[in-house]
DNA sequence: GAAACGTGGAA
DNA sequence: TTTCCAAGTTT
């Protein structure tokens, strides 16, 4: 199916293809495999455009494997606030350190070692080891999915695991001997820019030649892909317990949803009717002695698989000294932007303040 | 193998 | 508004 003659046609088109047009992305400036790797986790799927800005103030703060691999947690994930996916810091984090103890700063270079470290799967492992050191690897993302399916006319679904072990033979068959990184990214560039998952612009493809998929002309139906689950509904409430100065946080537990993060109170399940009894059983159960409670508002958040129908709550509390000492949930409200907080919980945040700035006019 | 895991931008 | 999805990995 693959013949010599569109191997090479396939190889020298692209690659010629992408050395004209790939874009100036700041991770493409130098080989280190610390940098690959840091731009191969954020661009997990995320967008270039939103990885762009967090990649340059990461590596401003950690230049280096070592500087990472030395920092605290919480500064990790300060860095990486906003960005989603939240495991994906702790594990770079926990795998970088390992880097540090068990192969004394260098990124491994062997697919075994690599694939080892947390957060490192199947196509990082191609990725890093094919562009940082030049190793003959397949590194299949959602782009090359779409490329192959399309090349080759192939009808697989793209949305099942099995297809991407498939088409990493397929990948491997095609990969150049000489510059597999640079192969790897044209691969997935073409995906990015020309061969996107709607409205593929065919016309100026450097592949349309040997393009299976155009010449059955199926470039629209390609690739097949089961539809996803729509996220499900749940309400939920956030708490902003307050004495004016002091908010109370909560850590999140250690797994799931934004595991191990810090948060408002958040209790959910709770239908409207009784918001009220839930929030007094939170009250009662934390023994806080409060005033007064009043809904801020109603937002909503979606997840990849949850739907939040968020309703804030201000609750007025007096705290006594006592009790901000004993546990270290208490937060001065002026402090919270130096918390890495999550985007739902920012929302909530930017409510309160909104609220808050409205009533002093 | 399916489900969990964040977020924002575009169709 | 809804749906899709964007350089995936883990459980």
């Given amino acids: 199916m693959i013949n010599e003659n ?12 992408y050395r004209e047009h790939q874009r100036d992305l700041p991770w493409r400036r ?32 950690f230049p280096s494997l070592h ?50 470290l947390k957060g490192v799967g199947s196509y990082t492992t191609g990725a890093i080891l094919s562009i940082a050191y030049n190793q003959k690897l397949a590194a299949v993302d959602g782009n090359v999915l779409r490329v192959i ?21 397929i990948v491997l068959r095609i990969l150049p001997d000489h510059s597999p990184g640079d192969f790897n990214q044209a691969l997935m560039e073409l995906g990015a820019t020309i061969c996107t998952p709607t409205s593929p612009t065919c016309l100026i493809c450097p592949l349309r030649e040997v393009c299976k998929g155009f010449a059955d002309g199926l470039q629209d139906e ?32 250690k797994q799931g949803l934004l595991a191990g993060m810090w948060g408002l109170p958040t209790i959910e399940h709770v239908p409207k009717d009784k918001i009220k009894d839930e929030v007094e059983k939170y009250i009662m159960v934390k023994n806080i002695e409060h005033s007064s409670f009043e809904t801020i508002g109603s937002f909503e958040h979606i997840f990849s698989h949850r739907h939040w129908q968020i309703t804030l709550l201000r609750i007025s509390v007096h705290i006594n000294e006592q009790e901000k000492k004993r546990n270290d949930t208490w937060f001065r409200v002026q402090d919270l932007p130096q918390i890495a907080l999550a985007r739902v919980y920012q929302k909530a945040y930017q409510l309160i303040s909104s609220l808050a700035d409205s009533r002093k006019m």
């Fill in 67 to 116: 500087q990472l691999a030395q920092a605290d947690e919480e500064e990790v994930i300060k860095a990486w606030e906003g960005l989603g996916y939240y495991s994906r810091a702790r594990n770079l984090h926990a795998a970088v350190k390992e880097v540090v103890a068990k192969y004394g700063g260098k990124v491994p270079s062997t697919p075994e070692e690599i694939s080892s």
């Fill in 222 to 253: 390609l690739p097949i892909k089961k539809k996803l689950k729509s996220p499900k509904k749940v309400p939920v409430i956030f708490l902003w317990i307050t004495d004016g100065e002091y908010l109370l946080l909560e850590k999140r537990k």
């Fill in 6 to 17: 569109n191997r090479k046609t396939i190889q020298q088109n692209l690659l010629m293809w």
């Fill in 30 to 61: 130098d080989k280190d495999p610390y940098k690959i790797w840091v731009s191969e986790i954020m661009l997990q799927q995320t967008r270039v455009d939103t990885v762009i800005p967090y990649y340059n103030q990461f590596i401003k703060k």
């Fill in 149 to 169: 399916s399309r090349l080759f006319s192939l009808t697989d679904d793209i949305a099942k695991s099995t297809t991407r072990k498939k088409f990493e033979k």
